[in-house]
């Protein structure tokens, strides 16, 4: 007997629109690290023309990936994101390891922003009570759980505002940048020279490519849009223009605001600038403004996250009860899952070795999904494409090197973390033999 209070197993909603789609990549991407990296970038470079050009070539790659998978998220309009493209390209093995590397990478995304959204939440009190980490991020991850129960129209609605919130604050954070901080005193800061400079270039883009992760996050929602061949190519890349016109933005309003110098060696440059503007208030105003970006990326990291095991447990690559969803439209089995692990990570304090791990998962899963399409371009051609890759087949291949150049650069960067990542890749297969001969 079905039981009443859901819909029949595996029944999204469909109810979405561009709306949410430009909300949750904006939402699921910008986050703290427009207010950290660019210190960290100008350290590296030390010039503001090349400063701009890392974060106009981190855009120019985010938007090559995000017309790899609105293609792919138009031709399989499916709920799960990476997975499904891997599962229809590559059979199930391949499937179930990018949906394994996946669910892997953000179940410890959730785990990370929860805690550092407890971490700046302490910062607020007078004085400041970092033991408070722990407890607001269950809270947080609690509290989200619980809306994203209610339905998926409350989900949607936190992200649009969230979204919404957070670019006002930063458009906001420009204009008072440029009406109101006098342009300081040129104090000169050495560029390095080549060779030195081919190496700065590089590991300031890995920073940069990181800050722009999320970029992708509509396509986990495909099924559940109203029209996705008309509206994914609208909300992914108008999506992550937006991102890349925020990031540019920012930057020139720092570079304004501070002196070279100043800004290469501060750890929190928005904090800064705050400071210039509203004295002792300003580090609470970008606290607070930390907050706002870290709790819209957890609304979007726990809403897709469940999607994949959905999706997963739909083609019997995870348990078949990842598919219940409940009357508002919400993978409830698979939210609690989802849920539970990002609370497990969190009292377990591993979630840190997690995430050092997961820029080699997400450039792995970047590169799968480039793959995909060019695999199902040979073997599918009669496939509906309502969107194609501009400049096919040399504009995926850059994203492919690119990714591939970011992968090599991570492995010889930090290899003992790759080396958990490869080993937890490997761990896959067993787990994938086992649960297919309990099937």
């Given at each position: 007997m079905v039981n009443d209070r859901r819909p029949a197993s595996g029944?999204?909603?469909?109810?979405?629109g561009v709306g949410f789609g430009l909300a949750v990549t904006v939402?699921?991407?910008?986050?703290v690290g427009i207010l950290r990296t660019p210190g960290m970038v100008a350290a590296q470079l030390g010039s503001s023309w090349w400063i701009l050009g890392v974060w106009i070539c981190g855009g120019a790659y985010a938007l090559l990936g995000t017309m790899v998978v609105t293609e792919l998220a138009v031709s399989l309009p499916l709920a799960g994101g990476w997975y499904v493209y891997a599962r229809r390209a590559f059979g199930k093995y391949g499937g179930f390891l990018v949906g394994w590397?996946?669910?892997?990478?953000?179940?410890?995304?959730?785990a990370y922003l929860a805690t550092a959204s407890g971490e700046f939440t302490g910062q607020l009190f007078d004085p400041p009570r970092p033991e408070a980490a722990r407890p607001v991020a269950v809270a947080l991850l609690s509290a989200f759980a619980l809306l994203h129960w209610t339905g998926l129209r409350a989900g949607s609605r936190a992200q649009g505002l969230t979204s919404l919130l957070k670019a006002a604050a930063l458009a906001a954070f420009v204009i008072l940048c440029f009406a109101l901080v006098p342009a300081p005193a040129a104090e000169p800061w050495p560029s390095p020279?080549?060779?030195?400079l081919l190496v700065a270039l590089v590991i300031a883009l890995q920073s940069v490519v990181v800050t722009y992760d999320g970029w992708y996050s509509a396509i986990y929602f495909t099924e559940e849009d109203r029209n996705p061949a008309r509206n994914m190519p609208r909300a992914l890349i108008g999506g992550i223009a937006c991102t890349i016109a925020i990031y540019v933005l920012v930057n020139l309003a720092l570079l304004h605001a501070l002196p070279m110098r100043a800004l290469a060696q501060s750890k929190l440059p928005a904090a800064d600038v705050a400071g210039r503007l509203f004295g002792a208030a300003g580090a609470r105003i970008i606290t607070g403004l930390c907050i706002l970006s870290l709790l819209g990326i957890l609304n979007a990291v726990l809403m897709l996250t469940p999607r994949i095991l959905f999706a997963m447990g739909r083609d019997r690559l995870f348990w078949r009860r990842a598919t219940s969803v409940n009357r508002g439209g919400t993978p409830d089995v698979a939210m609690f899952l989802s849920t539970l692990a990002g609370i497990a990570l969190v009292m377990s304090g591993t979630f840190e070795k997690l995430v050092a791990i997961t820029s080699f998962f997400y450039v792995f899963i970047y590169g799968s999904g480039c793959c995909a399409l060019y695999a199902l371009r040979r073997r599918e051609p009669e496939l509906p494409r309502a969107f194609r890759v501009p400049g096919y087949p040399w504009s995926p291949l850059v994203f492919l090197l690119a990714s591939a150049a970011f992968l090599v650069g991570s492995v010889l960067s930090d290899k003992e973390n790759s080396l958990w990542a490869l080993a937890l890749i490997a761990a896959s297969y067993p787990v994938y033999l086992a649960g297919f001969r309990r099937r």
């Open positions: 029944k999204l909603l469909r109810i979405l939402g699921g991407t910008i986050g590397s996946d669910w892997i990478g953000q179940s410890g995304a959730l020279q080549f060779p030195a």
